[in-house]
């Protein structure tokens, strides 16, 4: 579909496959999040990630300040491969993380995925694949999966990595300023975080 049926689908209610800068993506309105684990067979207690167009959208979306040092992160890192994981409560959060204190936030290099970002608001992915399966590695695959979901068009999309992004987590404790943790090696950023 092109972005503009695709936007309407996905503000909806509907799932669709959509294309990154890593791997292809399984995504929903976060209103929706729960459809996510429905297709992919996979315990809610395995969090989504929420990603926008541009940090900006992200940073409205959550309505809470962001520390100088994530708002470095995010400009060094994003657009890119790299999935911050940073410390939001909220509605949110309860919906693609439920019981969960944390929130995966992400803004791929890819820009028909952001055109259709700006479209619908920040949507709730993961990536493209049934829980235990290996990622689907482009569209062929992830509709061997997913055979009756949408995809954005046109095609080909946008060449992708093939690799999941790099998970970087803020963590501080009472009385300590706060660092980053890596929690997963991926993808490198195109912007090279």
């Known amino acids: 579909m092109d972005d503009v049926r695709l936007a309407e689908h996905l503000l909806a209610g509907g799932a669709a496959l959509l294309p990154t800068d890593t791997l292809p993506a399984l995504a929903v309105h976060p209103s929706a999040a729960a459809l996510i684990w429905q297709l992919k067979a996979r315990s809610a207690d395995k969090p989504l990630i929420l990603m926008g167009s541009d940090p900006e959208q992200l940073q409205a979306a959550l309505g809470q300040a962001w520390r100088p040092e994530w708002l470095s992160q995010a400009e060094s890192t994003w657009p890119g491969a790299t999935t911050l994981v940073l410390p939001f409560g909220g509605a949110l959060t309860a919906a693609l993380h439920p019981g969960g204190a944390t929130l995966g ?82 993808a490198m950023s195109k912007r090279g975080g």
Do not use: I, K, Y
């Open 105 to 186: 936030l992400r803004v791929a290099d890819c820009g028909p995925l952001q055109a259709l970002l700006r479209r619908t608001g920040p949507l709730a992915t993961s990536s493209a694949n049934r829980s235990g399966e290996s990622p689907a590695l482009n569209l062929v695959e992830a509709l061997a999966q997913f055979p009756a979901l949408p995809w954005l068009e046109p095609l080909p999309w946008p060449p992708a990595s093939g690799q999941a992004s790099m998970v970087l987590a803020w963590r501080a404790d009472d009385g300590h300023p706060g660092s980053w943790q890596g929690l997963r090696q991926g």
